[in-house]
């Protein structure tokens, strides 16, 4: 009897372990887009990104996006910091999305005119 609770216990635990790894493996896919800066919240660290949705419709939809202190943001190669996104930039932003739907910047590149 007390084997078989040991088994069920370990393949319960190995069950939750791999839950977790599925898990955190949907965190990590990275997404990206192109669009213009809308606004930029330095006290939130958030970026609003407008971005064509619908080509067919012409219809567009703000994305926002939490940029963490490790995200890269960039123009020509030179590191660059939130406070010198302005609006109207247009950038792409690499990006992965958490188990509660929050967009966490992994990098922001800003496009040369």
Do not use: H, W
């Not at 939750?16 to 887009?33: C, I, P, Y």
Request: hydrophobic share 40%; aromatic share 6%; proline share 2%.
């Amino acid at each position: 009897m007390k084997p078989t609770i040991v088994c069920l216990a370990v393949f319960g635990l190995a069950g939750l372990a791999g839950l977790v790894f599925a898990q955190e493996k949907l965190e990590t896919q990275v997404s990206s887009v192109s669009g213009e800066v809308v606004s930029v919240n330095l006290v939130k660290s958030e970026v609003v990104i407008k971005y064509l949705k619908d080509i067919t419709t012409s219809t567009y939809e703000n994305l926002t996006f939490k940029v963490a202190p490790e995200a890269k943001i960039s123009k020509d190669d030179i590191s660059l910091k939130l406070s010198d996104l302005k609006v109207a930039d247009r950038v792409t932003v690499k990006y992965t999305t958490d188990t509660e739907g929050t967009k966490k910047v992994e990098s922001v590149t800003v496009e040369t005119k």
